[in-house]
């Protein structure tokens, strides 16, 4: 009979979906970790006065100053605070964000 | 015109009247379907609100109100009463967030009807929604100090809303002869900005030093303990040693009455003059979260702190000091992470989806002098239930740090508040 088979079909469909759903909805956004970001270094990352700017960063070289800062081998006044308080995964999130999604701009890293 | 004309010509506005009637009918099912918000508050977390909304969603109608046609913010309004920087230094426009297609409407919102999903203005008019959020700030509790009220804070200001409050202070400040005191009264748990009354302290001891140098500043505070105490009383001892003098309640106990008249301050164990007074009343949501029914007991409005909705009306969000956010510290740069989170949380809930798991930052700068600056800073997440500290982040500026480190975190504090008021105001 077809009709058992469709709701054995419905049903698994239902199982990968939900929590894929429940999954997704268990992460935070990126774009509400990078609000954590431009809250202090401004839209876009752009800074502003001595506030350092983190826009068009390379998402590799992002990862490192933040695991850097978060682990103290990067001297700082407070990042150090804030990077702790980011996972290795949320982190690697903001970084690949900021690379594709701030404007670029010309540094020597 | 002749009769022929004529009725050809009322044939032909009849017409293109059904044809207009139509189009405008067309038009309004078109724009009523899109979702309508409307944010009652234009400062730190309203305007972060309003704006992510339109980022998240661009179809969203998103109507911002505010009284004021711009917004003085509190954060670096000591450095204005101290004389540091012009008023027009904390002075933010409206006009980035209406060009990204808020609705900016200067007018206060008297009612939110949770129900009929309308906020009511005091001009008369209803604006309908199908998500509010409310971000009223606070109000003070005149009455939990007696002889006190509304009308005593044009001789005794408070400054803890910034705008005609923050210049009267500086003038008061201004006026007041060398020697005189400058008498601080901060309030009690929970308010608006806890390291605010010292880095106040801190900024008029900095005025008092280069043109006053023979005056005093005393604190009667009603607590214990207070916010970065520690450090800001080693910067004190260092920077303006024996001109302050701070009092906490095992020292002189709470104050209870204020005598305008008198310019005195009456504690549970004494009676202390100034010639300069700044009482910072005790502290409440502000006056819509009340009549709009969104209060508990403790004055302050409880929330689902994954979405800021509240938990007493459906369908009404409430964000920053007025909301119960705690462990988040009543503050600017709070109530725009929460603005931010329930702007995401409402964009996925008029999708129909699952609220995503949010995560929260508050950083704050305190000046004890131009080029002296602490901070404190915290990274917040969500155990399912509850708002909740990242254990091993955030913290206090490290005590014994040199010249060099707090001049640091000074510049900090200068580039941190322009990056966040233009992260909010643009």
Not at chain 1, 31 to 46: E, M, P, Q, R, T
Not at chain 2, 36 to 57: D, E
Not at chain 2, 324 to 341: L, Y
Not at chain 2, 372 to 379: F, H, N, Q
């Amino acid at each position: 009979m077809r009709f058992p088979i469709f709701l054995l079909a419905v049903a698994a469909i239902l199982v990968i979906i939900l929590p894929t759903q429940r999954a997704k909805a268990d992460q935070v956004p990126a774009a509400i970790l990078v609000g954590a970001c431009f809250s202090c270094h401004g839209d876009g990352g752009k800074g502003a006065r001595a506030m350092p700017p983190i826009n068009g960063m390379k998402a590799s070289q992002l990862e490192m100053d933040m695991k850097a800062f978060r682990n103290g081998k990067r001297k700082s006044t407070i990042m150090q605070r804030i990077a702790a308080g980011f996972t290795e995964v949320e982190i690697k999130v903001i970084s690949e964000y900021i690379a594709k999604h701030t404007q670029s701009v010309k540094r020597n890293e | 015109m002749s009769e022929f004309t004529r009725r050809r010509f009322n044939q032909l506005v009849g017409t293109s009247g059904v044809m207009a009637a139509t189009s405008i009918a067309a038009l309004t099912i078109l724009k009523t379907t899109s979702p309508r918000i409307v944010v009652v508050g234009g400062g730190f977390g309203g305007a972060t609100a309003a704006q992510y909304l339109k980022r998240f969603n661009p179809s969203l109608d998103v109507t911002l109100i505010e009284p004021n046609q711009s917004y003085s913010t509190c954060p670096f309004s000591n450095t204005v009463i101290a004389g540091m920087n012009d008023i027009s230094f904390i002075t933010q426009s409206y006009d980035v967030i209406r060009g990204k297609g808020v609705n900016v409407v200067h007018d206060i919102a008297v009612d939110i009807d949770a129900t009929k999903k309308q906020v009511t203005l005091s001009n008369g008019k209803c604006l309908a929604f199908d998500r509010c959020v409310v971000a009223p700030g606070i109000d003070f509790k005149f009455d939990s100090i007696e002889g006190n009220s509304e009308a005593i804070t044009q001789k005794i200001p408070h400054a803890w809303k910034a705008g005609t409050q923050t210049l009267l202070l500086r003038k008061q400040l201004m006026a007041m002869p060398d020697g005189g005191v400058f008498l601080i009264s901060p309030p009690s748990n929970p308010f608006r900005c806890p390291p605010g009354p010292a880095e106040r302290i801190s900024l008029v001891a900095n005025y008092f030093t280069e043109h006053k140098p023979k005056s005093k500043i005393i604190a009667l505070d009603p607590k214990k303990k207070f916010g970065k105490e520690g450090l800001f009383k080693e910067g004190w001892q260092k920077l303006y040693p024996g001109m302050i003098e701070y009092r906490n309640i095992d020292e002189d106990g709470v104050v209870r009455e204020v005598v305008a008249d008198k310019m005195m301050l009456v504690t549970d164990l004494d009676k202390v003059n100034g010639d300069v007074i700044n009482l910072i009343p005790a502290q409440k949501a502000g006056a819509i979260a009340f009549s709009s029914g969104l209060t508990d007991k403790s004055g302050w409005c409880p929330v689902d702190q994954r979405t800021f909705e509240s938990t007493i009306h459906k369908g009404v969000h409430v964000i920053g000091d007025a909301s119960i956010a705690s462990p988040m510290p009543k503050s600017g740069v709070s109530a725009s992470s929460q603005g931010k989170v329930c702007a995401a949380a409402i964009v996925a809930m008029l999708k129909g989806e699952t609220p995503n798991t949010p995560k929260f930052i508050n950083h704050c700068y305190s000046l004890l002098a131009p080029d002296y600056g602490i901070s404190v800073a915290m990274v917040y997440g969500y155990d399912g239930k509850n708002i909740t500290k990242i254990n091993g982040s955030g913290g206090l500026s490290p005590f014994g740090r040199d010249v060099d480190f707090r001049e640091r975190e000074a510049l900090y504090a200068d580039g941190w508040y322009q990056s966040i008021t233009q992260n909010i105001w643009g």
